[in-house]
């Protein structure tokens, strides 16, 4: 304390302006500090956004296609049993032994001829 009282007025002025320069620099490597902080912590948490909104996305399209796969497991199930095998042949002209096939021609004309039969 008594050197402070001991120096000028002019020293105690520079020792004062000296302060505030310091802490002016202080505070803006502080804030450049703050700067390359955030810039270097931008990057990692904007690809993990990137990929967790990827991740759902995805997520929501396996769920999809488990649902369809399922979907068409009962399908093929459906469609591998006899009468339903019996169907389709029928559909494409097979017929059972000793059944006769008949083949009727002109059936959309008629139909258009005799609308009020139907």
Do not use: C, N
Request: glycine content about 4%.
């Amino acid at each position: 304390m008594a050197e402070r009282e001991k120096r000028s007025p002019r020293a105690r002025v520079k020792a004062a302006r000296r302060a505030r320069r310091r802490g002016r620099i202080g505070r803006i490597l502080a804030i450049v500090l703050l700067v390359v902080v955030t810039y270097f912590y931008y990057r990692p948490l904007a690809s993990w956004v990137h990929t967790r909104s990827a991740l759902s996305e995805q997520e929501a399209q396996v769920d999809a296609l488990q649902r369809q796969k399922a979907q068409l497991d009962q399908a093929v199930t459906r469609a591998s049993t006899l009468p339903a095998i019996a169907r389709r042949a029928r559909r494409i002209g097979l017929v059972e032994r000793g059944e006769q096939l008949f083949i009727i021609k002109g059936i959309p004309a008629w139909r258009r001829a005799h609308p009020s039969d139907r």
